[in-house]
């Protein structure tokens, strides 16, 4: 997750790094850059053992100035997305509920999914860790059958 961060010169050498590295085979790497890079790594990156994300998307396209949307991923033949990061649930209000239903909508149109959990620094200190990140995984299961599991990584990220 490469977060709001590198230039096409810095992106191209980070490319470069992982091609000249070989990975266990029974490893698969998930790569987000930016969205604005995506084209290029996809275009440079050479090992099929590294598949490349979106860092975020919304269900459906329309007038939603600055998101990208599920469809425009696949159409660039993007099969990743992280949701609920925590800068998501921070910086934009994403709620267990919006999360949870974002998750389900990629489900539905395909996509494997990164679903980030974790809790708060002040959560941890009152020892809060298992309800919140019980609550954030319950939240998901609701909007998903059983199946769809088989397309979800859970990433425990504490914010702290």
């Not at 961060?5 to 930016?34: F, M, R, W, Y």
């Not at 996509?111 to 939240?139: H, P, W, Y």
Request: aromatic share 6%; with cysteine.
């Amino acid at each position: 997750n490469w977060k709001c961060n590198g230039t096409t010169a810095s992106i191209e050498k980070l490319v470069q790094v992982l091609n000249e590295h070989n990975i266990s085979h029974d490893v698969q790497c998930v790569v987000a850059p930016t969205f604005v890079h995506i084209p290029l790594v996809q275009a440079k990156l050479r090992n099929p053992k590294y598949a490349v994300s979106a860092e975020n998307a919304i269900a459906k396209s329309g007038a939603f100035t600055g998101e990208v949307s599920m469809p425009i991923l696949k159409d660039l033949g993007i099969n990743w997305v992280i949701l609920g990061h925590s800068e998501r649930r921070t910086y934009y209000g994403e709620t267990d509920e919006i999360v949870a239903q974002k998750v389900a909508d990629a489900c539905k149109q395909g996509f494997m999914v990164i679903a980030c959990i974790g809790e708060t620094l002040q959560q941890r200190e009152a020892n809060q860790t298992a309800k919140v990140v019980l609550s954030q995984t319950s939240a998901i299961a609701t909007k998903l059958p059983k199946e769809a599991w088989d397309q979800i990584v859970l990433a425990y990220e504490p914010v702290w």
